[in-house]
């Protein structure tokens, strides 16, 4: 009697949205749906690619579906209800592939202040703070010596006259810091 009540409970949570954000879809995801069961010449159209726009996808004939905030899994098991729910198909098996190269699962520093291109930058293994701004274009021409680094709502302070003179006040940069390079 445990296992019948633990299975269904278990496939609930697998529908509902997780909170991990890596493992979930969201806005920019770029993901392809390949349809399995029925005969080929009918799932054709339902092998796509498609991005998550405004936390939805459109399917054919099934319409605007919720994407954003589901694992691959969970989206998987709300596509195939849908495909049978509107008789569609009686059999679908839906597997889900996130692309992981997609804009919105690159990870990303913020350099902002008196660089020639402030923005985001793609953030990779061992990216120094030196390196973030030469990402940037480099500092302005009017720069003061000091750029701050904002990792988790904590602030330091670096010179880049002493980053230049020694490379080990180069600090790492990590996803998601905000760099700010002071102007004059």
Same mark, same amino acid.
């Given at each position: 009697?445990k296992?019948?009540?633990?299975?269904?409970?278990?496939?609930?949570?697998?529908?509902m949205?997780?909170?991990?954000?890596?493992?979930v879809?969201?806005d920019?995801?770029?993901?392809?749906?390949?349809?399995?069961?029925?005969?080929?010449?009918?799932?054709?159209?339902?092998?796509?690619?498609?991005?998550?726009?405004?936390?939805? #996808?459109? %399917?054919?004939? +099934? =319409?605007r579906l919720? !994407?954003a905030?589901?694992?691959?899994?969970g989206?998987?098991?709300?596509?195939?209800?849908?495909?049978?729910?509107e008789k569609?198909?009686?059999?679908?098996?839906?597997n889900?592939?996130?692309?992981?190269?997609?804009?919105a699962?690159?990870q990303?520093?913020i350099?902002?202040?008196?660089?020639r291109n402030?923005?985001?930058?793609?953030?990779?293994?061992?990216?120094s703070?030196?390196?973030?701004?030469?990402?940037?274009?480099?500092?302005?021409?009017?720069?003061?010596?000091? #750029?701050? %680094?904002?990792? +988790? =709502?904590?602030?330091? !302070?670096?010179?880049?006259?002493?980053?230049?003179?020694?490379?080990?006040?180069?600090?790492?940069v990590?996803?998601?810091?905000?760099i700010?390079?002071?102007?004059e």
């Amino acid at each position: 009697m445990k296992r019948s009540f633990i299975f269904p409970l278990a496939f609930i949570a697998m529908l509902m949205p997780q909170s991990q954000a890596d493992n979930v879809l969201r806005d920019g995801d770029v993901f392809e749906m390949r349809l399995s069961g029925p005969p080929e010449e009918f799932t054709r159209e339902f092998t796509l690619t498609l991005t998550v726009d405004e936390g939805s #996808v459109n %399917l054919p004939m +099934a =319409g605007r579906l919720r !994407t954003a905030g589901f694992s691959n899994a969970g989206l998987a098991a709300i596509v195939e209800k849908r495909l049978k729910d509107e008789k569609i198909f009686t059999v679908a098996n839906v597997n889900i592939t996130l692309n992981p190269n997609t804009p919105a699962r690159q990870q990303m520093v913020i350099v902002g202040g008196a660089v020639r291109n402030p923005g985001r930058q793609l953030w990779m293994a061992n990216l120094s703070l030196k390196g973030a701004i030469s990402s940037a274009g480099g500092p302005a021409d009017f720069v003061k010596d000091t #750029v701050r %680094l904002i990792r +988790a =709502g904590k602030s330091n !302070t670096f010179s880049l006259r002493a980053m230049k003179k020694d490379p080990s006040q180069d600090p790492t940069v990590l996803p998601g810091d905000f760099i700010e390079v002071d102007g004059e």
